[in-house]
């Protein structure tokens, strides 16, 4: 007879059904009412340092990098599959740090993508960035960038300066 059960209780494990629900159903006993000594405590169980976690992959977050395949595309963005079964957005502004015209341009259904969760809205919806992930574009420094330019200027700017004085000149000789 426990032989048996123990068969049972572990086909039941391979099958993801709870066991508890099982063992109950064969043996026709009504669950025994939960006693203050056997109540577990909503706390127990929980990881409480990063050793115990589960894998990065199974949590999303806030601030977490994930990785999953593109499931659909829209005209204003990419739907990601992540851990879980659940499924995120990336935002068309999002895709890339230069203009994205077309999603298409960037992204096709199953790429897969990494991205960073910037937002969990309260109706389960994930917002994602792959432009968040991207390295920072290089700073531009503008001055002095061109030579022929700065030569150009200096050229306009006495030019300039030549006329302003012909022109005042004319004026101031026009009014005597």
């Given at each position: 007879?426990?032989?048996?059960?123990?068969?049972?209780?572990?086909?039941?494990?391979?099958?993801?059904?709870?066991?508890?629900?099982?063992?109950?159903?064969?043996?026709?006993?009504?669950?025994?009412?939960?006693?203050?000594?056997?109540?577990?405590?909503?706390s127990?169980?929980?990881?409480?340092?990063?050793?115990?976690?589960?894998?990065?992959?199974?949590?999303?977050?806030?601030?977490?990098?994930?990785?999953?395949?593109?499931?659909?595309?829209?005209p204003?963005?990419?739907?990601?599959?992540?851990?879980?079964?659940?499924?995120?957005?990336?935002?068309?502004?999002?895709?890339?740090?230069?203009?994205?015209?077309?999603?298409?341009?960037?992204?096709?259904?199953?790429?897969?993508?990494?991205?960073?969760?910037?937002?969990?809205?309260?109706?389960?919806k994930?917002?994602?960035?792959?432009?968040?992930?991207?390295?920072?574009?290089?700073?531009?420094?503008?001055?002095?960038?061109?030579?022929?330019?700065?030569?150009?200027?200096?050229?306009?700017?006495?030019?300039?300066e030549?006329?302003?004085?012909?022109?005042?000149?004319?004026?101031?000789?026009?009014?005597?």
């Open positions: 007879m426990l032989e048996d059960e123990v068969e049972q209780i572990e086909e039941t494990e391979a099958s993801g059904t709870p066991t508890t629900e099982v063992f109950e159903a064969s043996s026709g006993s009504e669950p025994a009412p939960e006693s203050p000594e056997t109540a577990v405590e909503p127990e169980g929980v990881p409480e340092t990063a050793e115990e976690a589960p894998a990065p992959s199974a949590v999303v977050e806030v601030g977490a990098v994930v990785e999953g395949p593109v499931q659909r595309i829209t204003y963005g990419a739907f990601i599959s992540l851990p879980g079964g659940r499924f995120g957005l990336v935002h068309i502004s999002e895709i890339d740090r230069n203009y994205v015209k077309d999603v298409h341009d960037h992204l096709r259904e199953g790429d897969t993508v990494r991205a960073k969760v910037l937002t969990i809205k309260e109706d389960g994930i917002d994602l960035s792959i432009k968040a992930l991207q390295d920072p574009q290089p700073p531009v420094d503008r001055r002095h960038s061109d030579p022929n330019f700065e030569q150009m200027l200096r050229k306009f700017m006495r030019q300039s030549e006329r302003q004085v012909d022109l005042k000149r004319s004026v101031m000789h026009k009014r005597k």
